[in-house]
């Protein structure tokens, strides 16, 4: 798949606030400070287009894009297929109130659960350290929603390689506890581009389904 343009649309305090949910959608959620924005610009290939920042905490609302694709090979076509890109406040640490993260803690949870055209939640994971237990609650409770999923560690190239390997492989080991079967998984480096293209391919593949199931 090739990313031809993305736009940011809007952010909304609220899931009923969000843009009609006529196209694919797909969310990207983590800890503070995982380095969700800098994967989000990786994977479109544009700097600015999600903000980043060293202080955790940045992103407060639901924040939507549009994605316009042009599938591998294709070159007749001008536009391939158009989706949402959403980037969700992170879950955990952030110097805010108690009030505040109950009220994000709200709004992801309504947004996770409600929001009708969501295709796949994409949950980013530090590679640089072991599982983390609050990456683990969140993953479990996603399987107790029956959400789908898959799992993106980030920051590969943060690490010596052998110490990314072992963490990964650390918590995949501990997800086979309470997983018969494992979501899917990427390992990725928003400064290399490690994982875009097997990140990318996975969406083009997820968007066929859902045109599929919309009868187009």
């Not at 009708?116 to 939640?121: A, E, K, V």
């Not at 399987?143 to 560690?153: L, R, S």
């Not at 963490?167 to 928003?190: C, H």
Request: hydrophobic share 40%.
């Amino acid at each position: 798949m090739q990313i031809i343009s993305a736009s940011y649309i809007k952010s909304s305090a609220i899931y009923t606030q969000c843009p009609p949910a006529d196209k694919a959608e797909y969310a990207f959620i983590g800890r503070s400070n995982v380095g969700k924005s800098s994967l989000i610009n990786m994977l479109c290939n544009m700097k600015g287009l999600a903000k980043t920042s060293a202080a955790p905490g940045k992103t407060q609302l639901i924040n939507h894009f549009v994605i316009n694709d042009l599938a591998k090979g294709n070159v007749k076509a001008k536009v391939g297929q158009s989706w949402y890109l959403v980037d969700l406040p992170g879950y955990g640490y952030a110097k805010v109130s108690q009030k505040q993260r109950k009220s994000w803690t709200s709004m992801i949870e309504d947004y996770i659960l409600k929001r009708t055209n969501l295709g796949n939640l994409f949950v980013l994971i530090d590679s640089r350290h072991e599982p983390q237990k609050i990456d683990l609650e969140f993953v479990d409770q996603l399987g107790e929603w029956q959400v789908p999923f898959a799992i993106v560690f980030t920051k590969a190239d943060k690490n010596k390689p052998g110490a990314t390997v072992n963490n990964v492989q650390k918590f995949i080991e501990t997800l086979k506890n309470t997983w018969a079967d494992l979501p899917p998984y990427f390992v990725t480096s928003a400064t290399r581009g490690d994982g875009r293209e097997e990140l990318l391919s996975f969406i083009h593949g997820l968007n066929k389904e859902f045109t599929a199931l919309q009868g187009k």
